[in-house]
């Protein structure tokens, strides 16, 4: 048993990276304890089509300045059976369509209580590629987790594989991730308030605040249209409370004070995405 909580433990790894600065943290020092991985461990990026440019040009950016590979994965369907398509930087889904074919199997929106969404189009879909490319049986699962966030961390997946928590288990907070950052050459060009990313995971994700997801449909209102589009055409909504074609432009019609009143948006966050 090492002291390091970054040394790979036995057996079959997967590394899940979300884009995001905190998986990144996680998986430099994975390489710094480890050096080159195995064949046995796999960095894997699940791709929903609704992630932001700047994601996808930071997961590609960790890869090239790290030499580390990174297996690009998007949800995919084959002879009406859920499988995964192996994407790349140079082909990879931009406008949704993995996340789309999904909500077309299902007939019916993601939601703050039914999240399948990332249950889909990110942990099966890694598994997916695990189990049939690979053929692993087990293995362990690499989360980026922080310490001051544990509450968050499962303690059995009730699959194949079992959880590592190497940030938690090395008392990592947010100050850490931001001070590393700091000295790294090149950054995830999203803005980060508080130690996190409003504009990480799917950018118009329900999970997101009232005040954040107002921002994005004032500043950036084509974001909407898919999300708008996927309501309409399942004739529901991803919130019970919220419709996205009324919200957006109710929110395109206001002045700009509006955003900088802490009691006109709600602030809470319902959650995030880990994969």
């Known amino acids: 048993m090492t002291d390091n909580p970054y040394k790979l433990p036995d057996g079959n790894v997967q590394i899940s990276f979300s884009g995001g600065r905190t998986s ?3 998986l430099h ?3 710094q304890a480890n050096g080159d991985l195995p064949e046995r461990c796999q960095v894997m990026f699940a791709n929903t089509g609704r992630e932001m440019p700047q994601t996808l040009e930071f997961v590609n950016e960790i890869s090239v300045r790290w030499g580390v590979p990174i297996v690009w994965l998007e949800y995919d369907r084959c002879d009406n059976k859920a499988t995964y398509r192996v994407a790349s930087w140079h082909d990879h889904a931009i ?3 993995p996340f789309e074919l999904l909500i077309r199997r299902k007939k019916y929106l993601p939601n703050t209580v039914m999240r399948f969404c990332t249950t889909e189009l990110k942990i099966l879909t890694m598994k997916r590629y695990l189990t049939k ?3 692993w049986k087990q293995w ?3 989360v980026g ?6 509450h968050r961390a499962k303690t059995d997946s009730k699959d194949r594989w079992l959880y590592w928590y190497p940030l938690r288990d090395a008392g ?3 100050r850490d991730i931001f001070d590393f950052w700091q000295r790294q050459p090149f950054d995830l060009q999203l803005e980060s308030v508080n130690g996190t990313t409003p504009l990480g995971n799917c950018d118009m994700c329900f999970l997101k605040s009232e005040k954040i997801l107002a921002n994005i449909a004032k500043t950036m209102p084509s974001k ?3 999300w708008i589009r996927m309501e309409q055409e399942t004739g529901s909504t991803f919130r019970k409370d919220r419709d996205l074609a009324e919200f957006t432009d109710f929110v395109g019609r206001q002045s700009d004070w509006v955003f900088d009143d802490e009691s006109f948006f709600c602030q809470a966050d319902g959650g995030e995405c880990t994969g």
Request: aromatic share 8%; no cysteine.
């Open 24 to 26: 990144a943290f996680m």
């Open 29 to 31: 020092e994975i390489l």
């Open 95 to 97: 406008s949704g369509e």
């Open 133 to 135: 490319q690979l053929d």
């Open 140 to 142: 362990s699962a690499a």
């Open 145 to 150: 987790i922080r310490a001051d966030e544990a």
């Open 172 to 174: 990592v907070a947010k």
């Open 224 to 226: 909407a249209n898919w």
